[in-house]
């Protein structure tokens, strides 16, 4: 059975470019507008002699209602249960917020393997939200950029090491 590798974290952390970044292709919609509803996608990759299955994670910008946030709760929930590890991604240029936490909280309940990605981070930029990120206790941040490819020689070590 192929492993499955789950993409979660708070809207607008770059989950999305990360999926088809992995993926190849732009099966995940990345969006830039707030409100937009992201559908849980799902593909196959293989990255570096690793096989393994991606689930990217919606998200719903506007979790003012707390219908939308039940259901990306129970989303990002299911993915992890299918998990045999977790990319949990924080944005660093803006830091660990407290919408991260719900988020890293349901990882750490799950007791599962994490790779901590610290994206946005291309140029060197956002090295204070990696270091802040270490407080989340979820190990180690990769200082990584989902859009620019940087980081992901560390990425592949992590999930050869967890997978
Ligand atoms: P998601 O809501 O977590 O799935 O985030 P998306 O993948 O839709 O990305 C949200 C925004 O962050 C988009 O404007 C992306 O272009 C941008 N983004 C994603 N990855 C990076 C990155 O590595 N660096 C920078 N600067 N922006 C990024
Ligand atoms: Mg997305």
Known sequence: NMPTVAIVGRPNVGKSTLFNRLVGKKLALVDDR????????????????LVF?????????????????????AQTEAAILEADVVLFVIDARAGVLPAD???AELVRRAGCPVILIANKAEGGAGLGGAYEAFALGLGDPIPFSAEHG?????????LQATL
Do not use: K, Y
């Open 101 to 103: 936490q719900p988020f």
């Open 53 to 73: 299955r991606v689930i990217d994670t919606a998200g719903l910008e506007e979790a003012d209602s707390a219908s939308l946030l039940g259901r990306m709760r």
């Open 150 to 158: 940087e980081g992901v020689g560390e990425l592949h070590s992590a």
């Open 34 to 49: 707030p409100g937009v509803t992201r559908d849980r996608r799902e593909g196959d990759v293989q990255f570096g002699g």
